[in-house]
């Protein structure tokens, strides 16, 4: 069992994307990475329910790191949290890491057995390295 990670985002295009991207860091790995991107009818936008719903699938007990794209993204992860269970609830740890750069090294982490906050901690050292490179 590891650490699961939700990636929401108002485009599940984009949300899809990023996950790809990230999987490739997972070469022969499994990883419980859960989408609550879009709407239901294709349009853009965030669901608290959908929320909730991925952050359920993707705990596996060890805790779960969500990450989110913008504004109304985070408003609806804050009121995911209130629809959960207390027990899962106390597991969830939602990160302000950009969501490309923090999704790709959480993941990785998280793949090699990292606990909850470890995975967090890398993803919010997400820019670091593009920070470093171009000063």
Do not use: C, F, N, Y
């Not at 909730?52 to 989110?68: F, K, P, Q, R």
């Not at 913008?70 to 269970?85: C, I, N, P, R």
Request: aromatic share 0%; net charge negative; glycine share 10%.
């Amino acid at each position: 069992m590891s650490v699961g990670v939700v990636v929401v985002s108002h485009s599940r295009a984009l949300a899809d994307a990023a996950v790809e991207l990230a999987r490739q860091m997972l070469p022969g790995r499994e990883l419980a990475i859960e989408v609550a991107a879009g709407m239901d009818d294709g349009s853009l936008g965030t669901d608290a329910v959908a929320v909730s719903e991925a952050i359920t699938a993707a705990d596996s007990g060890e805790g779960v790191v969500v990450l989110m794209d913008l504004g109304s993204a985070v408003l609806s992860a804050e009121t995911a949290l209130e629809l959960l269970d207390d027990e899962v609830r106390e597991r969830v740890l939602l990160s302000a890491a950009p969501l490309v750069e923090g999704l790709v090294g959480a993941v990785v982490v998280a793949a090699g057995g990292a606990g909850r906050d470890q995975v967090a901690a890398e993803a919010a050292r997400g820019l670091a390295p593009k920070e470093a490179q171009l000063r």
